[in-house]
């Protein structure tokens, strides 16, 4: 009852052309798909471009961060708005901002309610680093950070968020985690506190995808437990055949 949703975070990979000649086969790959949404999320420099390049095809485009402010005096920021005009998502949370820009759920969620703001659906990011997994600690760290990445969100319609289980020690690093276990966690943990917060109905329609370590090989695994709607793909969505690959085994 879920439409797939295949996401792809180039992260800080591929200048202006080199995106835009990905981005032309995959135009071609996914001509006649219907039944998986397909989302990319360049970096800012090749929204513009890559917006052009995508008016009549099915994928979506994404950006992979905004600024919690809405205008002003903040050198080498982006604002939702500006995103806005360019591309309907964008990924928020991820744990390489919490690592390396210091990025708190408190700001987090700043962020999130700017780009709900700006009409922007974000894909809101969690996970537990390899410490938390294993002193059992994962459920909750999970919780508490969509309780506080999503507090005070109103959020009317789940069609307005995503959200993307990436367990820290999965990404990049080749290590995806168990197929099953990512299944129970979603099902037991993050439906259940986001239903704490928007009710049952809404937890139950809001998309939930993995992400970690995804290729065309591990991706069916994912696919098949029903809690799981879509993956977030790092290294695979840089190669046309791989991110094509991972979007067949959706269909
Ligand atoms: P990899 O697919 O390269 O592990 O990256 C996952 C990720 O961080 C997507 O946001």
């Not at 000649?21 to 135009?27: E, G, P």
């Not at 986001?194 to 290729?215: A, D, F, H, P, T």
Request: with cysteine; net charge negative; proline share 4%.
């Amino acid at each position: 009852m879920r439409k797939p949703l295949i996401a792809g975070n180039w992260k800080m990979n591929k200048t202006e052309s080199e995106g835009i000649s990905l981005v032309r086969k995959l135009i071609q790959g996914v001509k006649s798909l219907t039944t998986v949404d397909v989302l990319i999320c360049p970096p800012f420099t090749s929204l513009s471009q890559l917006n052009k390049l995508l008016v009549s095809s099915p994928i979506l485009l994404g950006a992979q961060n905004i600024s919690e402010h809405k205008s002003g005096a903040f050198t080498g920021e982006i604002s939702a708005d500006m995103a806005a005009e360019f591309c309907t998502h964008v990924i928020l949370g991820h744990s390489e901002r919490r690592a390396f820009y210091g990025e708190t759920d408190e700001l987090i969620n700043l962020k999130v309610t700017a780009a709900l703001n700006a009409g922007m659906i974000p894909v809101l990011c969690v996970g537990e680093q390899l410490e938390e997994r294993e002193s059992g600690g994962a459920a909750s760290v999970i919780a508490g950070q969509l309780q506080a990445g999503l507090e005070g969100v109103h959020l009317p319609d789940p069609d307005l968020m995503v959200i993307a289980y990436e367990p820290v020690w999965a990404i990049g690093s080749g290590l995806s985690a168990s197929a099953e276990d990512t299944g129970d966690l979603i099902g037991g943990v993050i439906r259940p506190t986001l239903s704490g917060l928007w009710g049952e109905i809404i937890s139950q329609k809001i998309r939930i995808l993995y992400g970690g370590s995804v290729n065309p090989g591990n991706a069916r695994g994912f696919f098949t437990q029903s809690e799981i709607d879509g993956a977030l793909v790092g290294g695979a969505s840089l190669s046309a055949d791989n991110f094509l690959g991972i979007i067949e085994q959706a269909t």
